[in-house]
C-alpha cells in the first residue's frame, strides 16, 4: 500500500475522523504486545519499528548480522517473507527463489547471509536453529508477541519521524507509542534530521540507549554515478528517502518514478522506463530491494537490462559502543537462559 499523506502532516480532519477505529485497532494491538512469547533456547534480537512503513530495517538487520559475526557468532535471519507465496519454514536459496517465491528483503539478504522465511515464526525459528543457528536476528516481527525477544531494536528515520503519531489507519503506528516505547531496548535513528527527537528524548528518558546511524552507499557505485542525470524509480516504504540519498551523492535525478511498496513489477511497466532513460542518455537507477523482484539469482530478464542498483549499507555512529552494547546483551540473554536450565 501507499501512505496516505495526511499521516505525514499535523493532525487532520481525516485522522480525527478515523479516531475511533484506532482507538480499537490500538487496544487489541497493546494486548497482543502482552502476550508472553515463546523461548527460543537462543538470544534473539528483533530489527522493528513502531511504524508502518519504511525506516531502514533492512539495512539495519544487515549491519547488525555483520557485528554478531564480527563475535563470533552465527546468526540466522528470520523473517516472513512479505509479499511471497511460500509459506515455509523454508531456508532461501537466492539461485532458486525468486522474490515472489519469498519476499523482495529475504532474497536480497539471503545473496550474503542465511534469511528462513516461514508465516508461522516459531516454524521458521526451529529451521534456523537446525542450521546451527546461535543468534536469530529477526527481520520486523516487534509486535508480534509469537517469540519472547532478548533485545528489540526500534529503528526511525531521523528525517521523517513517526508523521502524526496516531495510531493506524489515523497514523502510521502500528500500535500505542507508550507501551511500544516499554518494550524497547534501544532505538536506531538513521541519517540527518530532528523529526524523532521527542521520541528519542522519551526513549532516553528510560535510560535506554539512543544510537545514531547512517546509510553509506557503495563506493564504486556512487562514483559511476555521481554528475550523471538519472531517472530513478522505487517500490519501497519511504521512496523520497532514497531520491534524496541519490542527490546528495551527486546523482542528478530528473524524474521520479514511484511505485507502492514490494510492489510486483511487470515488464509493462519497467520496459517503457529502460526505453526513456535509453532515448534520453540517462542512467536507469533503482533500490537493491527493487531489483530482487525483477529477476533471481541476480539475473535480469532481456527488458530489465541495464538497471543500476544503488547498494547502501548502515554504519553505526559510534561502532565501539554499539558493540560493547550488543556484547553485553547477548550475555544477559546466555545468562539468562543458564539460570532457567
Known amino acids: 500500500m501507499r501512505e496516505p499523506a495526511f499521516w505525514y502532516r499535523p493532525p487532520s480532519l481525516m485522522s480525527l475522523l478515523l479516531s475511533p477505529l484506532a482507538a480499537a485497532y490500538g487496544a487489541v494491538a497493546s494486548r497482543r504486545l502482552q ?52 509459506r515455509g519454514p523454508v531456508m532461501v536459496d537466492p539461485e532458486r527463489h525468486q522474490a515472489s517465491d519469498v519476499g523482495d528483503e529475504p532474497s536480497m539478504m539471503a545473496r550474503t547471509v542465511p534469511v528462513a522465511v516461514a508465516r508461522e515464526r516459531i516454524e521458521g525459528l526451529a529451521l534456523a536453529r537446525s542450521k546451527a543457528a546461535t543468534v536469530i536476528v529477526m527481520d520486523d516481527g516487534f509486535q508480534n508477541p509469537a517469540i519472547a525477544k532478548d533485545v528489540a531494536l526500534i529503528v526511525i528515520d531521523a528525517n521523517r519521524g513517526l508523521g502524526n503519531v496516531k495510531v493506524f489507519p489515523a497514523g502510521p503506528l502500528r500500535a500505542p507509542l507508550p507501551p511500544q516505547i516499554d ?37 564504486a557505485t556512487a562514483s559511476r554515478l555521481r554528475g550523471q542525470r ?27 518514478r514511484v511505485f507502492a511498496d514490494h ?28 531489483l530482487a523482484r525483477l529477476g533471481v539469482g541476480g539475473k535480469l ?5 541495464g538497471i543500476v542498483p544503488f ?9 565501539e559502543a554499539v558493540r560493547k552494547f550488543v556484547s553485553d546483551r547477548l550475555f544477559r540473554a546466555r545468562d539468562r537462559q543458564f539460570r532457567k536450565s
Not at 519511504?238 to 551523492?249: A, K, N, V
Not at 530478464?301 to 537490462?305: H, L
Not at 547498494?311 to 561502532?319: C, H, M, N, R, S
Request: glycine letters at 12%.
Open 230 to 256: 538519472a531517472l530513478a524509480f522505487a517500490g519501497i516504504g519511504d521512496p523520497g528517502r532514497f531520491f534524496r540519498t541519490l542527490r546528495g551523492y551527486g546523482v542528478e535525478v530528473i524524474r521520479e
Open 183 to 219: 518494550r524497547t531496548d534501544a532505538l536506531i535513528l538513521i541519517g540527518e534530521g530532528n523529526a524523532a527527537a521527542a521520541i528519542a528524548a522519551r526513549v532516553s528518558a528510560q535510560d535506554k540507549p539512543v544510537l545514531t546511524a547512517h546509510l553509506k552507499a557503495d563506493d
Open 301 to 305: 530478464p532481456p527488458w530489465a537490462q
Open 311 to 319: 547498494p547502501v549499507k548502515l554504519e553505526f555512529d559510534g561502532a
Open 35 to 86: 502476550r508472553k512469547g515463546f523461548d527460543a533456547g537462543i538470544p534473539v534480537f528483533c530489527v522493528g519499528n513502531y511504524h508502518l512503513g519504511g525506516a531502514g530495517k533492512t539495512p539495519t538487520v544487515l549491519a547488525l548480522v555483520s557485528l554478531l559475526r564480527d563475535l563470533g557468532e552465527t546468526p540466522v535471519v528470520l523473517s516472513r517473507g512479505y509479499g511471497g507465496r511460500l
Open 263 to 290: 510492489h510486483p513489477f511487470t515488464q509493462s511497466e519497467i520496459e517503457p522506463l529502460v526505453l526513456e532513460a535509453r532515448r534520453n542518455g540517462w542512467a536507469l537507477v533503482t533500490t537493491e530491494k527493487d
